[in-house]
Structure formats: structure tokens, C-alpha cells
């Protein structure tokens, strides 16, 4: 992969837990080496962060999944997802990555202009603000359904993923709708983007 050698610099950072519900949503899966290829092109990409949770131990797939973003040139941040039971007494796994995210974020400053990133968690707006005070462009990329609007408007610029779906899909790989995918009997609740529980499926984070 080649990027132009004038632009501004970009940092590119994935909320991959975040992605991976919008795809859901959206019945499409994202080819992860498009969205790196495309934000690359608006500039010089300084590098491209993904942020992930994994199962303790780390199983086959998942491994093989962050080795092919290694592969592609993405820096990979992992945490361990922990067992935790709801008020009903049932077991998930969450993994909350957004300390990992803000520290790249501010840490990693100096070296782009542009941050770009993938997520609706309003919890980013501050982070936002600050890069934006230290002369930073932002860009969201994310779906309006899961975009608070704090962080929305924090940032210089918002990009709604289906907009790009022709630059980032990836072809022949479909993924069951939350908007769409009805069960007899059961009302559709929207999962909380930050919960992550068993893998099912390709490349699902």
C-alpha cells in the first residue's frame, strides 16, 4: 500500500467492538484493509490503530484475525474480556478499550493532523475537544443510529459509514441484521456496542 507523500498526516483509530455492531446493524461486513486503504488516501497515514477484546485463552480465530490486521499494517491493542453477571444472574463478557483509545489519541498527537475515528461512543467527546484546542481535525466515522450527537458535534467532521459502503464493504460476506433480523415472539433490542461476547463468525472485530 502506497499513500500520497503530500497531505495532511493521519491517525486512523478503530473502535473495532464499535464497527463490528454498526456491521451488524447494517447487515454488511467492512473489508478492514478498505478502511485503511481509503483513509490513507486523504493523506499521509502516520499509522492506523485497531482496538479489540479477546477471549482468555485466545482462540484460533481470533488470533488469526489480529494477525491479518497486523499483516495489513495495522497496530493492534487488545484487552481481555472478563466475565460479569447482569441483574438476572446471567453471564457476558464485556471489555471496555476506551482508556487505550484516548491514550493513543493524545499521546500520539504530535504526529498527525488529522485523527480519524471509528466510533458513536459519546464517551470520545472530550478527547475530541482537547485534539481539536491543539489544532487537530477530527473526523467520526460511524452510523447516526450509534453516534451520540455530543460526540457528533464535537468533532470537525462526521462521515456516516453507509456513505462508503462502496469503498469499505467487503463483497460476498453478509452479516445477520439487527434491524432487520426478527424472531417470532421477541422484541429486537439494539446490544450495547461496548459488550462483546462469544465470536460467530469471519472477522467479526
Partial sequence: ?????????????????????AAKRLGWNFDHRKILEHFAAQGRLYNAFYYTAIPAPVDDKQKRFIDALTYMGYTVRTKTLQENTDENGDSFRRANLDIEIVTDLLTTAELYDVAVLLTGDGDFERPVEVLRTRGKRVVVASIPEMTSYELRNAADEYIDLKDIRAAVERPGYRLPSEGTAAVPGRTAEPRPFYVSSALDGEDVR
Avoid at 2 to 21: E, H, K, M, S
Fill in 1 to 21: 500500500m502506497t499513500t500520497p507523500l503530500i497531505g495532511p498526516r493521519i491517525g486512523l483509530f478503530i473502535d473495532g467492538a464499535n464497527v463490528y455492531a
